[in-house]
C-alpha cells in the first residue's frame, strides 16, 4: 500500500548511457514532482507535473526529461549521464497547491 | 525568488533536552510552510505543515512549529527530545506559484546524545 514508489531504488551507470526511474503514485493526486538530492543533502526541484501544463526549473539540463503515461506515473529519463548528475533523486506528488508526499529516493551514481 | 534558510547545519542535543530548529524564508505572498524530516537512506516525511490560520500547527512525533510573519520565520520545536529523533530536517516554502514548486532550506543535522 505504498504511497509513491520508485524504481529502482539503487542505479550505477556509465558515464555516456541513458538510463531512466520510474515513479507511481496511489493517492489520486493530480500533480507530481521530481526533485534532486545532492551529495550535500541540497534538495532542489526539477520538474512539477500534472495533465495540464510542465513546469521545468530553468536550471536542469535537457537531457533530463519527465513522461507521463498516465495520472498515476511520471517516468525520469535523463540521457548522456554525467558524473554531477549523481545524485539521489526524489519522486513526490501532491495535490496542487497542497502537501507533497515524497517516495523512497532512487540513488543514481554515474562512473 | 523564494528561498529558506536553515542557519543552524547541525545540531546536538541530550535525550529529554528540549530542542528548536530555525528556518527563515522569503516568499512574496502569503507562504506554505512545511518541515519534513528525513532519517539515514530515506524518503521525506511530513512532519507538519502551516497553510493558514492558527499561527501554532502541531505535527507528529509531538513536534510543533509557529509561523511568525513578522519575522519570516517556521521554527520546529519540541519539548523532549528522544534518540530516535536523529535525523535530518528539512523546511520548506511553497505556495500558489506555477507548478506549486517547494523550496527547500539546507537542511538541520540532529544528532542526540544518550
Known amino acids: 500500500d505504498t504511497a509513491v514508489s520508485q524504481t529502482p531504488k539503487y542505479l550505477v551507470t556509465q558515464m555516456g548511457n541513458d538510463k531512466s526511474i520510474k515513479c507511481e503514485q496511489n493517492?489520486?493526486?493530480?500533480?507530481m514532482y521530481w526533485y534532486k538530492q545532492d551529495s550535500k543533502k541540497f534538495l532542489k526541484i526539477m520538474f512539477s507535473?500534472?495533465?495540464?501544463?510542465?513546469?521545468i526549473n530553468e536550471t536542469v539540463p535537457n537531457r533530463f526529461s519527465p513522461k507521463s503515461p498516465d495520472k498515476a506515473h511520471l517516468n525520469l529519463h535523463i540521457n548522456s549521464l554525467e558524473l554531477g548528475d549523481s545524485a539521489v533523486y526524489f519522486c513526490?506528488?501532491?495535490?496542487?497547491?497542497?502537501?507533497?508526499?515524497f517516495g523512497p529516493g532512487t540513488r543514481l551514481t554515474v562512473l | 525568488a523564494q528561498s529558506v534558510t536553515q542557519p543552524d547545519i547541525h545540531i546536538t542535543v541530550s535525550e529529554g533536552a528540549s530542542l528548536e530548529l530555525r528556518c527563515n524564508y522569503s516568499?512574496?505572498?502569503?507562504?506554505?510552510l512545511f518541515w519534513y524530516v528525513q532519517s539515514p537512506g530515506q524518503g521525506l516525511q511530513l512532519l507538519l505543515k502551516?497553510?493558514?490560520?492558527?499561527?501554532l500547527v502541531q505535527g507528529i512525533k509531538g513536534f510543533e512549529a509557529e509561523f511568525k510573519r513578522s519575522q519570516s520565520s517556521f521554527n520546529l520545536r519540541k519539548p523532549s527530545v528522544h534518540w530516535s529523533d536523529a535525523a535530518e530536517y528539512f523546511c520548506?516554502?511553497?505556495?500558489?506559484?506555477?507548478?506549486?514548486?517547494?523550496?527547500f532550506g539546507g537542511g538541520t543535522r540532529l544528532m542526540v546524545k544518550p
Open positions: 513526490a506528488s501532491s495535490w496542487e497547491p497542497d502537501t507533497q508526499y
Open positions: 493517492l489520486g493526486h493530480d500533480t
Open positions: 507535473y500534472n495533465n495540464k501544463e510542465l513546469i
Open positions: 516568499y512574496g505572498a502569503t507562504p506554505y
Open positions: 502551516y497553510f493558514s490560520g492558527d499561527t
Open positions: 520548506a516554502v511553497g505556495g500558489r506559484n506555477a507548478g506549486n514548486m517547494l523550496t
